[in-house]
């Protein structure tokens, strides 16, 4: 598929932190892509445990109940494989676990565009965002440079799983206040609410008003009746970056980052299915 002129989709991949993320901000651009022959990969990073308020709720039902519906919404858009990683929901940190895990399954499909949310989105709009939202994007950052586009960088990947380095053609990230980039997804914005309302444990009817005028109001600058909006990234498909950003990014000051703080480690197979 031909995004544009210069960005040609075979592959696609949304790496999230629960089930629903990817519907919120992505799914009329996924289920579209999809109709248009992209085969596209789901990997959520969390098993969905946190998400309720119900005192008799148990993390262990209401994680099978958001892994059914998450397999459920992504087959309604057409998405042909989903990778529950399975790491505690809530706890989520940008760990070497978390890293490898997550370019252990870029690596593995080889998307020519990713997608994620914008880990430098924090608050606005009356709204905190989720830590593990913030993680999961950062995870997909640290996967792009260097985790699984590097060879030396969790080499057991390639000497052990012999998972070649693999980076995408582009990153996608959903964006809310200012996008560099507008999808019009007038024509399967009711597969994208379908696919929404079956995470039946989060979101109800009430919801589709809301998220039809956040969509309505993404289309206006493009007179689209409906869209959704992304800052994207290309990236050279060598997966080097030009001499010019080499030569700035020397330049640049390093920020120190804190330490990441231990997750809870999935079982060592993510889950998959089909």
């Given at each position: 598929?031909?995004?544009?002129?210069?960005?040609?989709?075979?592959?696609?991949?949304?790496?999230?932190?629960?089930?629903d993320d990817a519907e919120f901000g992505m799914a009329g651009t996924v289920a579209k892509w999809a109709k248009a022959g992209v085969e596209f990969t789901y990997c959520m990073v969390t098993n969905g445990a946190s998400g309720s308020q119900d005192p008799d709720m148990t993390r262990e039902r209401l994680r099978d109940i958001r892994a059914a519906e998450q397999s459920e919404a992504a087959k309604i858009l057409g998405v042909r494989n989903v990778v529950f990683l399975e790491f505690e929901d809530g706890y989520l940190e940008p760990t070497i676990d978390v890293r490898r895990a997550v370019a252990r399954q870029i690596r593995i499909h080889r998307p020519d565009v990713i997608f994620t949310m914008d880990p430098t989105m924090r608050y606005g709009g009356g709204?905190?965002?989720?830590?593990?939202h913030i993680a999961a994007?950062?995870?997909?950052?640290r996967s792009i440079n260097p985790d699984a586009?590097?060879?030396?960088?969790?080499?057991?990947?390639?000497?052990?799983?012999?998972?070649?380095?693999?980076?995408?053609?582009?990153?996608?990230?959903?964006?809310?206040?200012?996008p560099d980039t507008i999808v019009d997804v007038s024509d399967v914005v009711d597969v994208k609410i379908k696919a929404l309302l079956a995470h039946r444990s989060q979101i109800d009817e009430d919801s589709?008003?809301?998220?039809?005028g956040w969509m309505k109001e993404a289309g206006k600058k493009k007179r689209y009746a409906y869209a959704e909006g992304f800052k994207v990234l290309r990236f050279e498909e060598d997966g080097a970056p030009p001499r010019d950003a080499r030569r700035e990014g020397r330049?640049?000051?390093?920020?120190?980052?804190?330490?990441?703080?231990?997750?809870?480690?999935?079982?060592?197979?993510?889950?998959?299915?089909r």
């Open positions: 598929m031909k995004f544009d002129k210069t960005l040609d989709v075979q592959r696609a991949m949304a790496i999230y932190a629960h089930p709204y905190v965002n989720h830590p593990d994007a950062e995870v997909v950052l586009s590097t060879r030396q960088m969790l080499p057991e990947l390639w000497q052990k799983e012999q998972l070649e380095p693999h980076k995408p053609k582009a990153l996608f990230l959903m964006a809310f206040g200012e589709v008003d809301f998220i039809k330049r640049a000051p390093q920020a120190r980052g804190r330490r990441a703080s231990r997750s809870t480690t999935p079982s060592p197979r993510a889950r998959r299915s």
